[in-house]
């Protein structure tokens, strides 16, 4: 059961073969047996989900048409969960019980999904291996001695680990695209604004973006379509018509253009990812689409500009946590100033602190010009740099991140060698266009990823760009030889 | 040496919207704590801002009043600093791009003098909460503050000026049209006791002529008087400092309105940087001038105008139109007085006399006045028919002040009714005459210029007597006559 | 970047930093700031500044109450309240 496809769980919950409670048991059963090798999750909602089924059988049996409706799933675990803990990853909010629901989280519920629980990642997102996590790193399904990616490298693990078809995750830099690389399945950040950051826990408000991962480009476009909506409690959310995902899945690739970045091909790509990715591409070439070589000149810059915006808003973004309303409070405050410092200094890890310091110094008095001024210049040619590339082509296909997973402390000590595993992803979060990852061969036995990169809105493009790869060849259907 | 005091204020106004500027909560005054704090007032992790439409049309309906260009662009920033009451960790306000911009206020000085007060601009912000200290008598220990967020999110306008004011009269002059502006046109309760108006004035010396001083501000003074107050002290302290051969530091000091005395902050200001930047969680607000001329085209009347309708209409003088003009209230219980009674000008004279000592000495506002635009008009038209006299009115005016029903059933029930019948008058002059036969003899002898004030004695007997009911006009005449004839 | 202005930076942000960590954290981070460095070379002649990927306007909501009072629920999950107020050390103006 846990190897069908949330397309076949659907179809099969509807033929009856099985029901969602069973299948929820199933994974359930899975999660306890399994996770301890990967730590995927940090809550798992068994009793919750348990009701959730047997809801959801009863919506099926009298005809729900609902495609998510009995589908299990797990959250990462930065979506607000009214009554259930939302830790984002943090001591911070080790205690955490929001009383509301995240504007996704509502979605799936309104969809008939059936929640797992909440899956692990980098402590407030930040970080690209899950090492930041307050409740342990999580490994590699495809090697437990490997990071996952980050920072949605729970729901990643869970859905290459087959604990869980699909999960909810979150992109501020890459934090979808790499772990999807990195574990060999499939994820999509889609356009900003499409999807609603109420009640999603902000790292970096103009970059943070929810997806989806998955099995399959049908199963993220499933997800999406369930996902994505207008939302009027979210400011920076598009009122704009929702697509349906899956309608365009069986588009010929004919006529579509698509554009190879000479930029995403340099330097400290790997050698067996850089000829995985242009064997992929080859294959797109083999499936109708037309392959142009194009420029992003000011690709270089993007991990500059990045490491300046997302600090500065993070800094302000996490003042919030001060020990005062909810979360961590530290024992025993002296004084007010010690309440703040302690509370904040023992509740949040060391890269989190790091990111915070980094953004206060970017736009402290006398620095805010020269960094956070040049940065937001610097977006905008990074923008200008994909508005010229999309009159010439319909998608941009490159390398997800420069290599497969890495050793555990590979890189922990080292942030600026951490901060270019999204170097390739970072540019499409700053011109806020949609991205996915799909997983296009092994090297050394580890998945490499091939990163789409869409117009704004075009998110079907997209979907359906790796839809049709995934029906020319079978990458995504690999799974790790460990997991039976 | 001659010293020149250099002031400026900020004033902060809050916006008479039913809800706060980025959530639905309701701002409604004096509810318990924190039960008007939503998950986005208390900054919950995943909540956001959505900005109130009111609270834009407020801010601009201002910006027009003072004849300021409008923003057609502005753009939200946080102001990053830590304090309990502030529950992000930054305050969201404007700083590149308000949304108003460089306006100008005329003020009208005791000397009859007017002058400018130009606007450097007005910004849209949110307020913060309260801390509470009062540990002991609500169970919690007196090295803790207690925080109550219900005003957090609070929308306000900060109107900061331009240095231009010389003396706290002009300061208070000032902060006193500014109230009159925000009231007329119903944007703030003005209610300065809730905190609906606070300022915070910046204050200077320097040697006349010479280079501005160092600066002091002294934050959140809610009246008027105390602003006087303390205006006048800080300005007598930074003389005496700077005579003694001292310097002024620059500080924010904070008002005592129970000791009346001002004291350096404790907490240190200048570590602050509050690192500004543009709020991700909001985009720019675009208003176009169809927006704008739309804005304009609902303005009520302004103070200024309304004092040149009152001169032009009542015929009143640019003084006590001013007076008239300055409060929406005050002026429509004026404009229904008036024109209930037919007559401006004793409208005026009671409004800004009896009635108005009446409503200083209880500390209540106009709104609350215990006799009615309506009684009062009753009250003129009996003066006006001579039913009663302005002396007797002003004994029927206490009774309406106690409740005790309009002028007419009050002259009624009191018989205060004016003795206008020539021959009860006459009977009287007569009485008093035969009464003082040395007055009149005196009267007699005296020479014309005399009489007049001579009369006096003889009015002061009658009225005596008749409990003052006596018509005075009759009664002058018919004691002339007879006093006259010999 | 030294320890020094670290601290300040730490106090900005009212972080604690230990003082056996200020060493390395100092590092890091003038590391990252060599990183961020490479924006100076850029050439940014006639580039306006981008705050928002969509440079989309502002919308509205309607000066309506919509939230009812849920103070219960918020300080069920509060470190320390009483009488409906929450709790913190003495603010000291």
């Known amino acids: 059961m846990h190897k069908l496809t949330i397309a076949e769980i659907a179809r099969k919950l509807r033929s009856k073969e099985f029901s969602s409670e069973e299948i929820t048991r199933h994974l359930l059963q899975r999660i306890s047996e399994l996770d301890t090798r990967y730590n995927s999750f940090v809550t798992v909602t068994a009793e919750q989900a348990i009701a959730q089924a047997k809801q959801a059988d009863t919506r099926l049996a009298s005809g729900d048409t609902e495609p998510m409706c009995g589908v299990p799933f797990a959250h990462k675990d930065i979506f607000c969960t009214n009554s259930v803990l939302t830790t984002c990853g943090s001591k911070m909010l080790s205690n955490f019980v929001p009383p509301y629901d995240a504007c996704v989280v509502t979605n799936f519920k309104n969809a008939g999904a059936v929640m797992l629980g909440k899956t692990n990642m980098d402590e407030f997102a930040m970080g690209s291996s899950n090492e930041t996590s307050y409740y342990g790193p999580v490994k590699n399904p495809w090697d437990t001695n490997c990071v996952p990616g980050g920072s949605s490298g729970g729901s990643a693990a869970a859905v290459a680990a087959l604990l869980a078809p699909g999960a909810t995750a979150t992109d501020t830099g890459g934090s979808i695209r790499q772990p999807a690389a990195l574990c060999g399945i499939t994820g999509i950040k889609p356009t900003y604004g499409r999807v609603s950051r109420w009640g999603m826990i902000a790292f970096a408000s103009s970059l943070d973006q929810a997806g989806v991962m998955a099995k399959s480009a049908e199963d993220a476009a499933i997800m999406l379509n369930t996902m994505a909506s207008f939302d009027e409690k979210d400011s920076t959310c598009v009122d704009q018509p929702l697509e349906d995902y899956t309608a365009g899945l069986g588009n010929p690739l004919a006529g579509v253009t698509v554009g190879i970045p000479k930029e995403y091909f340099g330097e400290g790509l790997n050698a067996g990812t850089q000829a995985a990715v242009e064997a992929a591409i080859k294959e797109l070439e083999k499936a109708g689409a037309k392959i142009k070589s194009i420029s992003l000149p000011h690709t270089h810059l993007a991990v500059p500009a990045y490491y300046v915006i997302a600090p500065a808003e993070c800094s302000a973004n996490l003042s919030r946590f001060d020990g005062v309303r909810y979360g961590y409070r530290c024992d025993e405050p002296k004084d007010l100033e010690d309440l703040y410092k302690r509370s904040r200094g023992e509740g949040f890890g060391d890269e989190v602190k790091r990111r915070i310091l980094v953004g206060t110094y970017c736009l402290s008095a006398g620095y805010y010009d020269a960094y956070y001024g040049k940065a937001q210049v610097v977006r905008r040619l990074i923008k200008q740099d994909f508005v010229e590339a999309f009159k010439e082509v319909d998608v941009i296909a490159g390398p997800t991140s420069p290599s497969p997973a890495f050793q555990f402390g590979a890189k922990s000590d080292d942030p600026v060698a951490m901060y270019l595993e999204d170097i390739y992803t970072i540019a499409t979060n700053l011109a806020g266009l949609p991205g996915m990852s799909l997983p296009c061969g092994l090297v050394d036995d580890k998945p490499v990823g091939l990163q789409l990169i869409g117009n704004y809105f075009a998110e079907g493009k997209l979907l359906n760009l790796a839809h049709q790869f995934q029906q020319a060849t079978d990458f995504h259907s690999l799974a790790p030889a460990s997991i039976a | ?486 | 970047m030294n320890p020094s202005e670290i601290e300040k930076l730490a106090n900005l942000a009212r972080l604690k930093i230990n003082e056996e960590t200020i060493e390395q954290t100092a590092k890091s981070i003038t590391e990252v700031l060599s990183l961020v460095d490479q924006l100076k070379a850029a050439e940014t002649e006639g580039a306006s500044p981008m705050a928002h990927p969509l440079d989309a306007v502002q919308r509205m909501r309607a000066d309506v109450v919509s939230e009812a009072n849920q103070r219960e629920a918020f300080q069920k999950i509060a470190p320390a309240t009483e009488n409906g107020l929450y709790l913190v050390p003495k603010v000291i103006d």
Request: proline share 3%; hydrophobic share 35%; net charge negative.
């Open chain 2, 1 to 486: 040496m001659e010293w020149e005091t250099v002031i400026g204020l900020e004033v902060h106004v809050q916006l008479a919207t039913q809800t706060k500027i980025f959530s639905g909560s309701s701002i409604a005054f004096g509810a318990e704590p924190n039960t008007q704090a939503c998950a986005i007032d208390l900054a919950m992790p995943g909540t956001l801002p959505v900005a109130n439409e009111q609270a834009f049309r407020y801010a601009t309906m201002f910006g027009l009043a003072v004849d300021a260009e409008i923003g057609k662009r502005s753009v939200f920033e946080r102001k990053n600093y830590f304090y309990p009451d502030l529950p992000k960790g930054y305050q969201t306000t404007q700083l590149e791009e308000p949304i108003v911009g460089p306006g100008n206020v005329d003020i009208l000085l005791s000397s009859g003098e007017q002058k400018r007060v130009r606007i450097h601009h007005a910004h849209l912000e949110e307020d913060a909460g309260k801390s509470v200290h009062e540990g002991a008598s609500l169970g919690f220990s007196q090295a803790m503050s207690g925080i109550d967020l219900n005003r957090a999110g609070t929308p306000l306008i900060e109107v900061v000026t331009e240095p231009d004011m010389r003396n706290a009269e002009e300061a208070v002059a000032f902060a006193r049209k500014l109230h009159s502006i925000v009231t007329s046109l119903g944007i703030c309760d003005g209610e300065m006791s809730q905190g609906s108006m606070r300022f915070d004035v910046n204050i200077s010396v320097r040697l006349k002529g010479g280079e501005l001083g160092t600066r002091t501000e002294t934050k959140n003074l809610n009246s008027f008087r105390f602003m006087e107050r303390c205006i006048e002290q800080e300005v007598e302290r930074q003389i005496e400092v700077l005579e003694e051969g001292g310097t002024i530091t620059q500080e924010t000091r904070l008002y005592d309105g129970d000791t009346h005395t001002a004291r350096a902050m404790r907490s240190k200001e200048e570590a602050n940087d509050y690192r500004y930047f543009p709020c991700p969680d909001l985009l720019p607000v675009i208003l176009d001038d169809d927006y704008i001329e739309q804005v304009r085209s609902t303005l009520p009347e302004l103070p200024d105008a309304r004092q040149k309708r009152f001169e032009e209409t009542y015929s009143l003088s640019a003084y006590d139109a001013g007076t008239l003009s300055a409060d929406a209230a005050v002026a429509s219980y004026f404009e229904a007085t008036a024109k209930a009674s037919g007559d401006a000008k004793l409208a005026a004279n009671w409004l800004m006399g009896e009635l108005s000592a009446k409503l200083n000495a209880e500390e209540i506002a106009i709104g609350g006045s215990k006799v009615s635009a309506e009684h009062l008009a009753g009250l003129i038209a009996r003066i006006k028919d001579q039913t009663i006299s302005n002396k007797i009115a002003k004994q029927v005016f206490e009774a309406m002040w106690n409740g005790e029903g309009d002028a007419d059933s009050i002259i009624d029930a009191k018989g205060l009714k004016q003795v206008s019948d020539s021959g009860a008058l006459e009977k009287m002059v007569d009485e008093v005459m035969s009464n003082n036969p040395s007055q009149v003899d005196n009267y007699r002898k005296a020479d014309e210029k005399k009489r007049p004030k001579m009369l006096g004695f003889f009015v002061g007997q009658i009225m005596k007597a008749s409990n003052g009911q006596a018509n005075p006009q009759q009664l002058n005449e018919i004691l002339k006559n007879k006093l006259d004839a010999e």
